[in-house]
């Protein structure tokens, strides 16, 4: 469905601060409500904030009253502080919840997987659960196939070192965060979002700081909600836009997670699994734009996050979803902290934030502000300390598709000078 929320190009200025302004309010009318977002907030990002919300919200009577402007957050970092997808994939090995795929083969499972590294998994799994059977992966003769399962969507590599993916497009894909999904094949969505609520549960219940062991590894064994940022998406929604989630984590995980923060399953883009007819999640995935449905080259990652949201909340469909749309059915608003968002962010068009995890495309971006529409903030729990050194911007701060190096571009293809971390 397309979304048609801006107000007349006549009734449109830009501001000194990059935001685009509305006309005054008329005499008497309410304010619109004010985020809650209490300490934490950088500099003037919750004035920039209210002033977004102020011009965009429901209270502005130049916005048609039968659209929504729109909001898309990214999740893992953005919303709550550390990995959800980590968090269940930890889950599913302590609790022996993967599968061993068809025929022993781990090929099956990713496209990209590595011959070196689907052979180690099978040595290290192969002997110990039947193809389609549960792998014992949290008891310890399953130990060392919960490392290699773990070493290769954590490091992208074998326990031994050996890499584990080959050829994929740097734009598009991340295979090893494909790979968590690819693995929770042979269970149902409504099976992964109980699963994925007991680790919620548990990560949300561990102290801060709290490690688990995951085979013999210790791994991270908690995830916190940001306040801030619940609280902004609940002044969001209360002044009546249209807030969505997009993330390379899997569909039902961020369901489950995103309920806590206000979002419906409707309103989360994750990555999705295609399913059988008995509603089971096969190791394939959706495709989207010129992606076709299991080519599993299209998740919601770099430019793969454009064209899920162009499809699933502006009703984009084939290939022009792979493309910028028109401002009119682009999110106003927009918030991420790593590379894998830069092309949801770029698109935004009032104003960008940006949580500050010291990612070199983004920060570059981010500082660069070249249309004065970006707003950075330190990380609410356990900020990072100010990098040593520059943003490498002019020289290698841009992965390109086929993974080579180069300069981080303005839209008007000058370079992007070094940027100072300034913001942590």
Sequence with gaps: MQRKWAAPLALIAVTGSGLLSAPPAHAGQSTCPRPAVGAGWYGDNQARLQELIDRYGSCNPYRPSRTKPVAVFDWDNTVVKN???????????RNGKIRQPARGDWSTTSRHLTPAAAATLADACGSLARPGA????????GTGCADEINAVYGTAATTAGAAAFAGWDRRTTEPAYAWLPQLMQGWTARELRGFAAAARTENLAAPIGTTQQVGSTAATGWVRYYDQQKD?????????????????????????????AGIDARHVIGIRNTTTYGGKFTPHLQGCGSVEDGADT????????????????????????????????????????????????RDATALRLVVNRNKNELMCRA?????????????????????????????????????????????????????TDSVY
């Design 232 to 260: 902004l998406i609940a002044a969001l929604r209360k002044a009546g836009f249209d807030v969505w989630i997009s993330s390379a984590s899997p569909q039902p995980v961020v369901e489950v997670w995103a309920e806590g």
């Design 83 to 93: 990995d959800v997808g980590d968090a269940t994939m930890f889950w599913l090995l």
């Design 298 to 345: 299209m998740i919601t990652y770099i430019d793969g996050k454009r064209c899920w949201i162009n499809k699933e909340i502006f009703g984009v469909r084939g290939a022009a979803a792979e493309k910028v749309q028109p401002a009119a059915r682009r999110q106003v608003f927009a918030a991420g902290d790593s590379d894998t968002d830069i092309s949801f962010l």
């Design 367 to 419: 500082y660069d502000n070249s249309d004065g529409r970006w707003i950075v903030n330190p990380m609410f729990i356990e900020p990072k300390q100010q990098k040593t050194g520059p943003y490498p911007c002019s020289t290698t701060g841009y992965v390109d598709h086929d993974g080579t190096k180069g300069p981080v571009l303005r839209g008007d293809t000058s370079v992007i000078p070094d940027q």
């Design 134 to 141: 549960p792998l014992p992966t949290g008891t310890p003769e």
